[in-house]
C-alpha cells in the first residue's frame, strides 16, 4: 500500500452515466483490478474518502467510483491517494472461456480483465449501456447467463452485498449448487474506513463467519461466501 497525491487530468461522461476520472499519478497506486483506491481533497469537510475502482482495460488509469464524486472534483484538482488496497481477481493464466457477468449495472469495474488473457474466449453478460468492445468478445443479456457456466472456466461477478441471497437464481443453479467453474466475485459495499478502523458495515457472509470487503475482500473467491 502506498500513500501519494494524484491529479485530476480529465473528466469524462461513461457509457452507463457514471463519471469517470482519468488521473495521474504514480504507478505504484495503479490498483489491479478489483482491488480500489481511496481519494480525498485534503479539505476540512471532506469527511470521507472516496473509493475509487479501475475502469479501463487500458494501461492508463481511469478510476470509478461506486459513489457520487464530489461536484468541485474538476481537471486540475489534486487528490490524496490511499492504496492499492484489498484483494482483486485472480485471473489463472489457463482459463480459456472466460464469464464476465455484472450484475448491478455497468462494466466498467470488469473492463480492465478483458485483456488479461490475450488468447481466451471472452464472453460479457449484463443488461447495461455497453461501452466499445473488442470484437471478439460477445455480450449476452444476464437472462442468458446459466447457459454460459458449463462453457465457462472462469467467472468473474460484480454485484453488491444485497444480491448474494438471489445469485442461485440468477445462475440457474439448484439450492445449495455453487458454479463447476473457477468463480470469484467483487462485493460491491460502503467501505468508509478502508480497512483501518474494521468498522463492519462491510462485513460479508462467509462459510466461516464473517468478512469484510475492504479488507478480505472486495474481490472473494465465490466458494468462501455464505450465499
Same mark, same amino acid.
Given at each position: 500500500?502506498?500513500? #501519494?497525491? #494524484?491529479? +485530476?487530468?480529465?473528466? +469524462?461522461? !461513461?457509457?452507463?452515466?457514471?463519471?469517470?476520472?482519468?488521473?495521474?499519478?504514480?504507478? %505504484?497506486?495503479?490498483?489491479?483490478? !478489483?482491488?480500489?483506491?481511496?481519494?480525498?481533497?485534503?479539505?476540512?469537510?471532506?469527511?470521507? %474518502?472516496?473509493?475509487?475502482?479501475? &475502469?479501463?482495460?487500458?494501461?492508463?488509469?481511469?478510476?470509478?467510483?461506486?459513489?457520487?464524486?464530489?461536484?468541485?472534483?474538476?481537471?486540475?484538482?489534486?487528490?490524496?491517494? $490511499?492504496?492499492?488496497?484489498?484483494?482483486?481477481?485472480?485471473?489463472? &493464466?489457463?482459463? %480459456?472461456?472466460?464469464?464476465?457477468?455484472?450484475?448491478?449495472? #455497468?462494466?466498467? $469495474?470488469?473492463?480492465?480483465?478483458?485483456?488479461? @488473457?490475450?488468447?481466451?474466449?471472452? &464472453? +460479457?453478460?449484463?443488461?447495461?449501456?455497453?461501452?466499445?468492445?473488442?470484437?471478439?468478445?460477445?455480450?449476452?443479456?444476464?437472462?442468458?447467463?446459466?447457459?454460459?457456466?458449463?462453457? %465457462?472456466?472462469?467467472? &468473474?461477478?460484480?454485484?453488491?452485498?444485497?444480491?448474494?441471497? @438471489?445469485?442461485?437464481?440468477?445462475?440457474?443453479?439448484?439450492?445449495?449448487?455453487?458454479?463447476?467453474?473457477?468463480?470469484?466475485?467483487?462485493?460491491?459495499?460502503?467501505?468508509?474506513?478502508?480497512?483501518?478502523?474494521?468498522?463492519?458495515?462491510?462485513?460479508?457472509?462467509?462459510?466461516?463467519?464473517?468478512?469484510?470487503?475492504?479488507?478480505?475482500?472486495?474481490?472473494?473467491?465465490?466458494?468462501?461466501?455464505?450465499?
Amino acid at each position: 500500500m502506498q500513500n #501519494g497525491k #494524484g491529479r +485530476i487530468t480529465e473528466i +469524462i461522461y !461513461g457509457f452507463d452515466d457514471r463519471l469517470l476520472l482519468r488521473v495521474d499519478c504514480s504507478s %505504484a497506486l495503479t490498483p489491479a483490478p !478489483g482491488q480500489y483506491l481511496l481519494a480525498d481533497d485534503g479539505l476540512a469537510d471532506s469527511v470521507l %474518502a472516496v473509493p475509487f475502482f479501475r &475502469a479501463s482495460s487500458t494501461p492508463e488509469l481511469i478510476l470509478q467510483s461506486p459513489i457520487p464524486v464530489p461536484s468541485h472534483w474538476v481537471p486540475g484538482v489534486e487528490l490524496h491517494l $490511499r492504496g492499492p488496497l484489498g484483494h482483486g481477481f485472480n485471473l489463472p &493464466a489457463e482459463a %480459456a472461456h472466460i464469464v464476465l457477468a455484472s450484475l448491478r449495472g #455497468g462494466l466498467a $469495474r470488469l473492463l480492465p480483465l478483458i485483456h488479461q @488473457n490475450p488468447q481466451a474466449d471472452i &464472453a +460479457i453478460f449484463t443488461d447495461a449501456v455497453l461501452p466499445d468492445l473488442p470484437v471478439s468478445v460477445e455480450a449476452r443479456p444476464i437472462a442468458d447467463l446459466p447457459d454460459a457456466l458449463p462453457w %465457462a472456466d472462469f467467472l &468473474a461477478l460484480d454485484l453488491t452485498i444485497e444480491m448474494l441471497p @438471489n445469485l442461485r437464481a440468477i445462475l440457474g443453479l439448484a439450492p445449495h449448487q455453487r458454479p463447476a467453474c473457477i468463480a470469484q466475485v467483487l462485493v460491491i459495499s460502503p467501505m468508509p474506513c478502508g480497512a483501518l478502523a474494521e468498522c463492519g458495515v462491510c462485513a460479508v457472509s462467509a462459510r466461516k463467519g464473517y468478512k469484510l470487503a475492504c479488507k478480505d475482500g472486495p474481490v472473494f473467491d465465490l466458494k468462501q461466501l455464505q450465499w
